[in-house]
């Protein structure tokens, strides 16, 4: 058996063209969807990796402007600029890229966020509304695994759905989001005794744990989903995923590749939150029989 690859690439663009005709919808009725994204400190994979979301934003028609602030910003400075930014009716989303400088309360600064501005899905109002099931702005990351089975017609309703990785950003909410989708859920984690018992349980297994081909091919169900969210950076410079990928390839049903893979579709969520949230400023509804990703 080799394994179905699922091109996160094309699933992500998709999701970006849709989001643009929306962007474009709303422009002409005079309301181009904003995101604010703030950087803290000199973090270069930070940088790199606001700058991409910048450029996405530009690619779909939105604007976007990217704050940054020096390391030494003071936890009550970074606090009420975040308040002004709530108070900016140009401004449809929010973003702190995480991390912060190590002494900056960033619940502090999450919570600080209009939960309607909140694209990321990190604010309390909108993680409780995820464990009872109700719509909100969820995580990005996961938010785009769950678009991917879908767009590849993963049965999800009865499966058996394992999670490796408990994460706040991705772990999680993912393993909520499977749960509201009708899934059995399994959350293994650094302490979970004979992680292979339970992997090879999965019908649909997502690796969330940070770390290099921790998943081997003996760890797999034949026939199984795998989606792989890590990103783990190699000695040679090389990235690989958490997924130990040709091995597993030749076992699963379907799998994601690193790079390739989950990583497109964060930004493509990220977008569609933030369309979203500008559609609802303007008073935007569903046209009759029109489907929305967000």
């Given at each position: 058996m080799t394994a179905r690859i699922i091109d996160g690439k094309a699933i992500a663009a998709g999701v970006r063209a849709e989001t643009a005709v929306r962007a474009g919808r709303l422009a002409s009725a005079g309301t181009v969807p904003g995101l604010a994204v703030v950087i803290v400190g000199e973090d270069a994979a930070s940088r790199v990796y606001v700058r991409s979301k910048a450029q996405a934003c530009e690619a779909a028609g939105m604007r976007s402007w990217v704050h940054a602030m020096p390391a030494d910003t003071p936890l009550d400075r970074l606090v009420a600029f975040v308040h002004e930014l709530n108070l900016d009716p140009g401004v449809h989303g929010i973003l702190v890229q995480?991390?912060?400088?190590?002494?900056?309360?960033?619940?502090?600064?999450?919570?600080?966020?209009?939960?309607?501005?909140?694209?990321?899905?990190?604010?309390?109002?909108?993680?409780?509304?995820?464990?009872?099931?109700?719509?909100?702005?969820?995580?990005?990351?996961?938010?785009?695994?769950?678009?991917?089975?879908?767009?590849e017609g993963v049965a999800i309703d009865g499966a058996?759905?394992?999670?490796?990785?408990?994460?706040?950003?991705?772990?999680?909410?993912?393993?909520?989001?499977?749960?509201?989708?009708?899934?059995?859920?399994?959350?293994?984690?650094?302490?979970?005794?004979?992680?292979?018992?339970?992997?090879?349980?999965?019908?649909?297994?997502?690796?969330?744990?940070?770390?290099?081909?921790m998943i081997g091919a003996d760890m797999v169900k034949p026939g199984a989903t795998v989606i792989d969210v890590g990103i783990n950076r190699l000695p040679d410079g090389t990235l690989c995923g958490d997924v130990d990928y040709a091995p597993v390839a030749e076992v699963a049903g379907c799998i994601t590749p690193v790079p390739g893979g989950v990583g497109p579709m964060t930004i493509a969520m990220l977008l569609a939150n933030t369309v979203r949230s500008a559609e609802r400023a303007a008073g935007f509804a569903l046209a009759a029989g029109e489907t929305r990703i967000a």
């Open positions: 995480l991390p912060l400088p190590g002494r900056l309360d960033a619940r502090r600064v999450i919570e600080a966020i209009d939960p309607a501005k909140d694209v990321d899905g990190f604010h309390y109002q909108n993680v409780g509304a995820l464990v009872v099931g109700d719509p909100a702005f969820y995580p990005c990351t996961p938010w785009g695994v769950m678009k991917m089975l879908e767009h058996h759905a394992v999670v490796v990785g408990r994460s706040t950003i991705v772990g999680k909410p993912m393993a909520l989001m499977l749960l509201n989708a009708g899934a059995t859920v399994t959350i293994c984690h650094s302490r979970t005794r004979d992680l292979a018992a339970q992997t090879r349980q999965a019908d649909i297994l997502v690796a969330a744990a940070g770390r290099a081909r």
